[in-house]
């Protein structure tokens, strides 16, 4: 009778076998640890115009917050007194904008909307 030879693989082999495995799987599943999706910085410039009202407020706007809604409920605000607003959005895709200008006692005094693909 002849000696046959079995290949039998080593724990060696078995266990990197195993981590290439996993590095393979995890390879191809989305990032559960961080935030892989690209960024969209946006700069926004507001044009304010001239405005004719008859009022006993203020109408001399003082702050402005700016909303971007992705339709998903994710919503990035940001306040600012300046016109010219910048900010980071949280992923590339389309944005609705919400500009709100406030008098310097809180008051609503204009607003506009918008949409924005980022």
């Not at 009202?53 to 402005?64: A, G, K, N, Q, R």
């Not at 917050?65 to 990035?76: I, K, L, Y």
């Not at 609503?108 to 980022?118: D, E, K, N, P, R």
Request: proline residues 3%.
């Amino acid at each position: 009778m002849k000696n046959k030879k079995i290949n039998v693989p080593s724990r060696v082999q078995i266990g990197v076998g195993v981590i290439l495995t996993i590095m393979i799987l995890l390879s191809a599943c989305s990032n559960p640890i961080g935030n892989s999706a690209e960024q969209g910085q946006v700069t926004l410039h507001l044009d304010v115009g001239s405005r004719t009202l008859v009022s006993d407020i203020s109408t001399e706007i003082s702050l402005y917050r700016v909303t971007f809604s992705d339709g998903s409920g994710g919503e990035v605000v940001v306040d600012s007194q300046n016109t010219t607003i910048q900010t980071s959005l949280p992923a590339l895709k389309t944005y609705d904008i919400l500009v709100e200008g406030f008098n310097s006692s809180s008051q609503l005094v204009a607003s506009g909307v918008g949409t924005i693909s980022v």
